[in-house]
């Protein structure tokens, strides 16, 4: 198994909006920020920096899923009809 400063040589990803973002900042209702795995607290996303700047994530993605508004249900807010998907291939440039 190949290692890295001892440990077990892992190749780790985040997403762009998860560096970006916090569920604290995101409305209720807002589909717009319904993905999958869901936006964190604050805590989460300074561990994700802090994971980032020691060398542990080694990949940042876009997870680029783009969704026509009328699939995130942008006007009835409804949790269970919006598609999961981030529009965030901006977040990477």
């Known amino acids: 198994m ?3 400063n001892n440990m077990p040589f892992l190749t780790l990803e985040t997403a762009a909006h998860y560096l970006y973002f916090s569920s604290e900042e995101v409305k209720d209702g807002d589909t717009r920020f319904k993905t999958c795995p869901p936006i964190r607290n ?6 994700l920096w802090m ?3 020691e ?5 940042i993605s ?4 783009p969704i026509p508004d009328e699939y995130k249900d942008l006007g ?3 949790f269970k009809k919006a598609l ?3 529009n965030s291939i901006g977040f990477t440039l």
């Not at 604050?42 to 561990?47: F, G, I, Q, R, Y």
């Not at 060398?55 to 990949?59: D, Q």
């Open 62 to 65: 876009s997870h680029h899923n």
């Open 42 to 47: 604050a805590n989460n996303k300074d561990l």
């Open 84 to 86: 999961p998907g981030v």
């Open 51 to 53: 994971n980032l700047k």
């Open 2 to 4: 190949r290692t890295y």
């Open 55 to 59: 060398g542990f994530i080694n990949c």
């Open 76 to 78: 009835g807010k409804n």
